[in-house]
């Protein structure tokens, strides 16, 4: 029975989404499966081209970097983690993943991505 | 000339390169804790390439090994490892607790992936420098050099370790070809 249920989601897994609603919804399933308690939403691309999640989990440690700001200055930001589209996800993907106190930061305007993604209190739990 | 990450990839190879050609002689050329630390320098470097893929001015210090890990699940990588994302999948969730040991191999790393103070690093076991096992004893120091690490035993006996070392070598390959060329 468990290996069964294990093959159906292995297969829904393994599925090439067509759409991108079924791109963000496989990609955040994916994501989700793993052995961390992980709250994900989505910042809908206009173009519907790039998979944007925001993952959040106390499990995960900091997202947040520093980073040099030019001439002597050092800014926090939280990487965005772009990646290419695959045969099986014909899609393009920007993973962030943080702590919750830190999403609380990037809802507030306190705390920045290194990438613009404009308003991020439309991103909507999926 | 590259990019911050994919010279990590290309220092990750030929650290990764190293620890394999070390092991291959008939008699063995390097210790362990030196062959150990090889293979802790090609996962740093492969993580920090990843990371570096995602903010190049970013100061990574601790926790770099998982950072990179959970960001890894990606159909692409994937791709690029030979593998159906399922299976790489299952494959780093095996490999996550493995990478973890092997990182903590570093003198700055404690075994939960945080960074280490100096004075914290003294007192741990890592294959670099001597530490000390009591703060009260002076001749208490012990060197890499006469410790065995039973990570050590696992990397050669425990299916789940080799594999993870597998993995490794694919996840090299894969970061060099996902990451962008200049």
């Given amino acids: 029975m468990s290996d069964h249920t294990t093959d159906n ?60 700001v030019l001439p002597n200055g050092v800014e926090r930001v939280v990487p965005v983690f772009p990646m290419g589209p695959a045969k099986d996800f014909p899609f393009r993907s920007e993973i962030v993943q943080v702590i919750p106190a830190e999403w609380e930061q990037l809802r507030q305007g306190t705390l920045k991505l290194n990438r613009d993604w404009g308003d991020l209190n439309r991103a909507e739990r999926v | 000339m590259a990019s911050k990450a994919r010279a990590d990839a290309e220092q990750a190879r030929a650290d990764y390169g190293a620890y394999v050609a070390s092991g291959e002689a008939a008699e063995p050329a390097l210790g362990e804790h030196h062959r150990l630390q090889l293979l802790q320098m090609a996962l740093e470097k492969l993580a920090k390439a990843f990371l570096y893929h995602g903010e190049p001015s970013g100061r990574y210090s601790h926790h770099v090994a998982l950072s990179a890990i959970n960001r890894l699940r990606s159909h692409t990588i994937a791709e690029a490892a030979g593998m159906t994302f399922v299976t790489f999948s299952r494959m780093l969730d095996a490999a996550k607790p493995i990478f973890l040991q092997i990182e903590a191999a570093s003198p700055s790393v404690g075994s939960d992936g945080r960074g280490l103070t100096r004075e914290e690093s003294e007192r741990t076991s890592n294959v670099e420098y001597p530490w000390q096992s009591d703060v009260t004893d002076p001749s208490s120091w012990i060197a890499p050099a006469s410790r065995p690490f039973s990570i050590v035993h696992d990397l050669r006996y425990d299916p789940r370790s080799v594999r993870a070392v597998h993995l490794l070598d694919r996840l090299i390959d894969a970061a060099a070809t996902v990451l962008p060329k200049p």
Avoid: C, M
């Fill in chain 1, 9 to 68: 989601s292995s297969a829904a897994l393994d599925a090439v989404p067509k759409t991108y609603d079924d791109a963000v919804s496989a990609l955040a399933s994916a994501h989700a499966g793993g052995s961390d308690n992980v709250d994900i939403y989505s910042v809908p691309d206009p173009q519907q081209q790039i998979v944007r999640l925001i993952e959040v989990s106390t499990a995960f440690p900091e997202g947040a970097v520093e980073r040099q």
